[in-house]
């Protein structure tokens, strides 16, 4: 069945370092693979979305890029701030999806 | 912009007791969703419509029912709620196959 797995549940930076957080998943088919974020006290948003193999969308400096191969979507911005503490969570929704499959969430914390 | 507005957003209830989470959407989308979020669980489905009169059974629908009298409303029913069903719930809305959903603000339950 379709599945995706973000691996680290809390992720804690100083600013101005590298984020770099975690999405494989399991799909029969093609899917379509998104970032939501949700900030505290705040409903989840779309963060990221990628349609194509190896395309890299981009939003408030994060990218990530689809990877068929090793089945990856991970987040990453070349240089953390404190307003992106928050939740993110990886989504798949499969080609043709009628339901989006989130991640666990993980929880990213950036410190002064 | 899309709007998917929850009501209440806070509740308190008495274990046994019913209760009833309502959610309307403006954009029109045919696909509208319950999810509860849980530390260490993410967001996980409950039930699903596919339009006015369906519903459809979630990842974990034991011990909710739910209600799509229109395409604009989608309500969660706690027949006899428990103290486990402490949590707060999402609904959201989207079409399908299409690029993104919406979420409500949520609701925190409390059933003690």
């Known amino acids: 069945g379709d599945s995706v797995t973000q691996t680290e549940g809390l992720v804690t930076l100083t600013e101005g370092l590298p984020v770099m957080l975690n999405c494989t998943y399991q799909?029969?088919?093609?899917?379509?693979l998104f970032w939501y974020v949700q900030h505290l006290n705040e409903a989840p948003k779309l963060l990221l979305k990628?349609?194509?193999?190896?395309k890299r969308p981009e939003h408030q400096g994060f990218h990530a890029t689809l990877h068929k191969s090793s089945s990856s979507f991970h987040l990453q911005k070349s240089s953390a701030q404190l307003s992106d503490s928050a939740l993110y969570y990886c989504a798949l929704g499969p080609r043709g999806y009628q339901n989006f499959y989130f991640g666990k969430g993980t929880s990213l914390t950036v410190i002064p | 912009e899309a709007a998917v507005t929850q009501s209440p957003r806070n509740k308190v209830a008495v274990t046994g007791g019913k209760v009833t989470l309502s959610c309307n959407q403006t954009?029109?989308?045919?696909?509208m969703y319950w999810y509860r979020q849980d530390t260490g669980h993410g967001l996980r489905l409950i039930h699903y419509?596919?339009?006015?009169?369906?519903?459809e059974k979630g990842d974990i629908p034991d011990g909710y029912k739910a209600s799509r009298p229109s395409q604009e409303n989608f309500s969660l029913i706690l027949e006899l709620a428990t103290p486990s069903q402490t949590s707060v719930y999402f609904c959201?809305?989207?079409?399908?196959?299409?690029?993104?959903?919406?979420f409500g603000k949520g609701t925190r339950l409390t059933v003690v």
């Open positions: 799909s029969t088919y093609s899917p379509f």
């Open positions: 954009n029109n989308h045919n696909n």
């Open positions: 419509s596919y339009g006015a009169g369906s519903t």
């Open positions: 990628s349609f194509t193999d190896n």
């Open positions: 959201a809305s989207g079409e399908p196959g299409g690029t993104e959903v919406f």
